[in-house]
């Protein structure tokens, strides 16, 4: 495995009622090797999961082993990667709170937190993407050669951190052009998150959308979810290898190690000259 060149760690402010939260930063090779050249952005929630893992406990998401030998192969332009950590109220930071604002979502959330025997410390989520927009954005933008336009700029996460990554693109569709969503936990939005998706998923030409998931663990429960977001996705002109991706992974679980084996797809689909290429073969 090769070395994760070393992170560029900042503490930035927070906004009132948002937890403070770690934000690493990690640049590609071609960062230094081309110093005149600016580099889009990938966002990624979970931060303290994607360079510096416990190997004994879980291997990461290997975001720069991925990144570096895809950039290397060329086929991605490599991005800036902005890590944010999460916090003890990760459900809170990452469940879109729009959706769950309804009666309707409300009720959903409710019996899904009963049946699944977890609970939610506040759901501030608006708060999350405000802070990325508002705070995080224009300290990487000004301190970083980036390539700042939203075809540039995008987000991913894995499970709740797919659902914020989408909730994202639709608040913000003017910042955030492109969301990779791993193992999106769709059961917790419920029906709600995909009525809120039918009036607020942005414009298929100017947005690209990957998601995937496995047939194993919590992802066992994901497919006839995701094969509406796919049909509701049809229906708002999205086109499948163009700006549109949706794959499944039989035998595949709800693991780092397995969103980091197929880490290549979303990047390659999201930062590649050819949307086709991301295709497993």
């Not at 709740?160 to 917790?188: D, K, Q």
């Not at 700006?243 to 693991?255: D, I």
């Not at 780092?256 to 930062?271: H, K, N, S, T």
Request: aromatic share 12%; charged share 20%.
């Amino acid at each position: 495995m090769m070395p994760t060149p070393p992170l560029h760690k900042h503490k930035l402010p927070t906004l009132p009622g948002l937890p403070e939260r770690r934000v690493e930063v990690w640049l590609p090779q071609k960062y230094d090797e081309q110093p005149e050249a600016r580099f889009p952005v990938l966002y990624m929630h979970d931060g303290q999961n994607l360079f510096k893992p416990k190997p004994r406990v879980f291997p990461g998401w290997q975001a720069a082993e991925n990144i570096s030998a895809l950039a290397d192969a060329n086929l991605i332009t490599p991005p800036i990667v902005v890590g944010l950590w999460n916090t003890p109220n990760r459900l809170g930071d990452y469940l879109p709170a729009r959706p769950v604002g309804t009666d309707a979502g409300a009720a959903e959330l409710t019996a899904y937190l009963r049946e699944t025997n977890r609970r939610v410390k506040r759901i501030v989520s608006d708060l999350y993407l405000r802070w990325i927009v508002e705070v995080v954005k224009p300290f990487i933008d000004a301190n970083y050669r980036t390539q700042s336009g939203a075809r540039q700029t995008c987000l991913m996460g894995s499970s709740m951190g797919g659902l914020i990554s989408l909730y994202a693109v639709c608040e913000y569709p003017r910042v955030f052009g492109g969301a990779g969503c791993l193992s999106t936990h769709w059961p917790i939005g419920g029906g709600a998150f995909l009525a809120y998706l039918e009036e607020k998923l942005p414009s298929a030409g100017e947005h690209r959308l990957y998601f995937d998931y496995g047939s194993e663990g919590l992802d066992a429960e994901y497919a006839p979810w995701q094969e509406k977001m796919d049909a509701l996705a049809l229906r708002h002109g999205y086109v499948s290898g163009e700006h549109y991706m949706s794959l499944f992974f039989p035998g595949e679980s709800h693991h780092e190690r397995f969103w980091a084996g197929r880490l290549r797809f979303p990047l390659i689909f999201l930062f590649g000259a050819n949307a086709e290429s991301a295709n497993p073969s």
